[in-house]
């Protein structure tokens, strides 16, 4: 079954709207979170690294004011998209990094958000 | 020069038929490599991580050559559900283990 779980899997909103993506590890505490986001035909970009705890570490060009992370727990990391614009639709997954029991350090993905901003 | 190139494809390949991908890569100090696999609009999930010794997983054969800085997936005996896109990763602890991917490589099996 998913280790990660992100929800919601579909957002349809109106721009200037904000819009909070929730990512749970389910069994096994992750040490690390991050968020990536793709459009379409293109790779997975790294958004940010989140760690609990602490600041989010946001790659350039990636706004930090309009992308919100808060990772208050070791299973729990939220994304919010505030005010957002047509051009922010994407698809937004979560990962986690931990170790299950007994297991490497891997990470986990979420099933990804779909955003699409009217 | 982007950090992970692949040949986007797409690959088309009849059932059964061996298809190889390769993926090379900038960034002398990653560490781990991965394959994923991803369908239509979903999340990327892990094939097989890759070793410098080569591994085998069923079908699937990975290579890693550090000294070209390039991997490789071979996947023998193609089934219908084997079409998605495959990612070539990498993961380095100077980027906070955070994952890089390729724009992956589209392969269609056909009857």
């Known amino acids: 079954g998913a280790v990660v779980s992100q929800h919601p899997s579909r957002v349809i909103c109106k721009s200037g709207t904000s819009v909070k993506i929730e990512c749970r590890s389910l069994?096994?505490?992750?040490?690390?979170m991050f968020w990536y986001r793709q459009f379409p035909k293109q790779s997975l970009m790294l958004m940010a690294t989140?760690?609990?705890?602490?600041?989010?570490?946001?790659e350039q060009g990636v706004e930090k004011d309009k992308f919100l992370i808060n990772h208050a727990s070791l299973t729990l990391s939220t994304l919010t998209v505030t005010s957002a614009h047509p051009e922010d639709s994407s698809f937004y997954i979560c990962s986690a990094r931990g170790k299950k029991l007994g297991g490497k350090n891997i990470q986990y993905f979420g099933a990804g958000t779909r955003l699409s901003v009217l | 020069r982007k950090e992970v190139e692949q040949d986007p494809g797409p690959f088309n390949v009849p059932e059964g038929a061996t298809v190889a991908f390769n993926c090379t890569y900038s960034?002398?100090?990653?560490?781990?490599f991965f394959w994923y696999r991803q369908d239509c609009r979903k999340e990327p999930k892990l094939l097989m991580s890759v070793y410098s010794s080569g591994n085998e997983d069923g079908r699937f054969t990975a290579q890693l050559n550090r000294a070209s800085q390039y991997i490789s997936l071979l996947i023998r005996d193609s089934k219908l559900s084997d079409s998605a896109t495959y990612l070539c990763?990498?993961?380095?602890?100077?980027?906070?283990?955070?994952?890089?991917f390729g724009k992956g490589t589209s392969l269609l099996v056909t009857p």
């Open positions: 069994d096994f505490q992750a040490t690390t």
């Open positions: 960034n002398s100090a990653s560490q781990s």
């Open positions: 990763v990498f993961e380095s602890s100077n980027s906070g283990y955070a994952l890089n």
């Open positions: 989140s760690n609990e705890g602490s600041k989010a570490t946001y």
